[in-house]
């Protein structure tokens, strides 16, 4: 990690504060830990910055900042800080998608909206930017991220809120698979920072199955359509293996549930057969259309499916892929815990986990030491040196197996 992420020659812009919101807790508590982990295992570095006295708190026991969040009768909210944040690089953290929280509106109970989670958002912002010396929001899934285009006479949600957050006076605000990364031109004069977790997709899948066959012959990269080809692409490259994309035929007509419907899953592609693919795409909400593509794909052949999608929102439930996993159409799904995820999730034999909690605490930490980022950009390296260890755990294996025999 040292080698890559270099910032023990410089110092923190400002101490480093995380004001985690009440819908990502669990998750800002890890990140927290993995700050705290890699700053006391800088050692020397650590010393030398102590020594000099103006870093006290360098290596705390806890970064994290206190805050509350209160409601009056008629569901109006109120933020309240627990901890000063004068003078510290302030990162705050939150899930606009986490549902399961509720507050009472009048007698009754309202779930949380990503509405809801975005004024909540902006109290906290209010409360701290005239006295941190800088904040910055941790949004991984960006709020509206898929309202990023006008097409008719529509709202620009995504774009408005940008600016809204920028207008309000933070600096950086750092974002994980945008639906469309093109959104980042909507602030180009400001710090918008999306990053991908191909990385931890591929030490997901490597850690699991230990009988992947690395090569055009065996693997194959699927786009389930065309919004996710640059995924797919940087996939398929890094694995020196091809692709196919589906595209989805839509009756124009009508709108059910705030969009076209699906007609047919068309496929361009070579074929599938006796192949593992990997379908890649930013996230998961109703599920239907993953798994259309995943029984497409089984019915030409291919031998195993992986989904692998950033954001596992399972929006109509999880019964559909327990019934496709057990009539084989899938084999397991990949996510990452950028969001909530409803606890039954975690038991299901089909789902993987993704951790990005490390990777999200070195962004973090790299950031408050005011450092270059593109190794964190651009993981083509750890990923490459990832596969290489792979294929020679596989080789080695095999190896092994013939001897016994």
């Known amino acids: 990690m040292e080698q890559t992420y270099s910032y023990h020659s410089k110092v923190p812009i400002a101490p480093l504060k995380i004001c985690a919101m009440e819908n990502c807790i669990g998750f800002a508590k890890e990140v927290d830990a993995q700050i705290r982990d890699m700053r006391q295992e800088d050692g020397d570095a650590v010393m030398a910055r102590k020594a000099q006295g103006s870093f006290y708190g360098y290596d705390a026991d806890t970064y994290m900042?206190?805050?509350?969040?209160?409601?009056?009768?008629?569901?109006?909210?109120?933020?309240?800080?627990?901890?000063?944040?004068?003078?510290?690089?302030?990162?705050?953290?939150?899930?606009?998608?986490?549902?399961?929280?509720?507050?009472?509106v009048c007698g009754h109970t309202h779930y949380m909206s990503p509405d809801d989670h975005y004024q909540d958002l902006k109290r906290i912002i209010s409360v701290c930017v005239a006295h941190a010396h800088r904040v910055n929001v941790v949004m991984p899934f960006l709020y509206e991220g898929r309202q990023h285009r006008r097409t008719k006479r529509e709202s620009l949600d995504c774009a408005f809120a940008l600016e809204e957050l920028i207008d309000?006076?933070?600096?950086?605000?750092?974002?994980?698979?945008?639906?469309?990364?093109?959104?980042?031109?909507?602030?180009?004069?400001?710090?918008?920072?999306?990053?991908?977790?191909?990385?931890?997709?591929f030490k997901a899948i490597f850690d699991r199955d230990s009988g992947l066959n690395i090569d055009k012959e065996h693997l194959m990269i699927i786009s389930p359509d065309e919004g996710a080809m640059d995924r797919a692409v940087y996939f398929a490259n890094n694995l020196g293996v091809d692709m196919g994309m589906f595209y989805k035929r839509r009756d124009y007509s009508q709108v059910i549930g705030g969009k076209n419907p699906i007609v047919a899953h068309e496929f361009l592609g070579a074929s599938v057969e006796n192949k593992t693919v990997i379908i890649i795409d930013?996230?998961?909400?109703?599920?239907?259309?993953?798994?259309?593509?995943?029984?497409?794909?089984?019915?030409?052949?291919?031998?195993?499916?992986?989904?692998c999608c950033t954001f596992g929102l399972f929006t109509s439930g999880l019964e559909k892929f327990d019934e496709f996993h057990k009539k084989g159409f899938i084999d397991y799904v990949v996510t990452t815990n950028l969001n909530y995820r409803d606890p039954a999730l975690l038991t299901k034999p089909w789902y993987i986990e993704a951790d990005m909690s490390s990777f999200t605490a070195l962004i973090i930490n790299t950031?408050?030491?005011?450092?270059?980022?593109?190794?964190?950009?651009?993981?083509?390296?750890?990923?490459?040196?990832?596969?290489?260890?792979?294929?020679?755990?596989i080789k080695e294996f095999t190896q092994l197996k013939l001897d016994l025999e």
């Open 367 to 393: 950031m408050n030491h005011d450092t270059g980022m593109s190794a964190a950009l651009d993981p083509t390296m750890k990923i490459q040196k990832l596969i290489a260890e792979y294929n020679s755990r």
């Open 168 to 201: 309000m006076g933070v600096k950086n605000i750092i974002t994980f698979d945008a639906h469309d990364p093109r959104i980042t031109n909507a602030v180009p004069l400001h710090g918008l920072d999306n990053y991908m977790p191909t990385y931890q997709f």
């Open 65 to 104: 900042v206190r805050n509350h969040m209160s409601r009056f009768g008629t569901g109006e909210g109120k933020a309240t800080l627990l901890d000063s944040v004068r003078g510290t690089d302030l990162y705050i953290i939150t899930d606009v998608i986490n549902h399961s929280l509720s507050y009472t």
């Open 282 to 307: 930013d996230m998961i909400s109703s599920g239907d259309s993953m798994l259309d593509t995943s029984r497409e794909l089984k019915e030409r052949g291919a031998s195993k499916v992986i989904i």
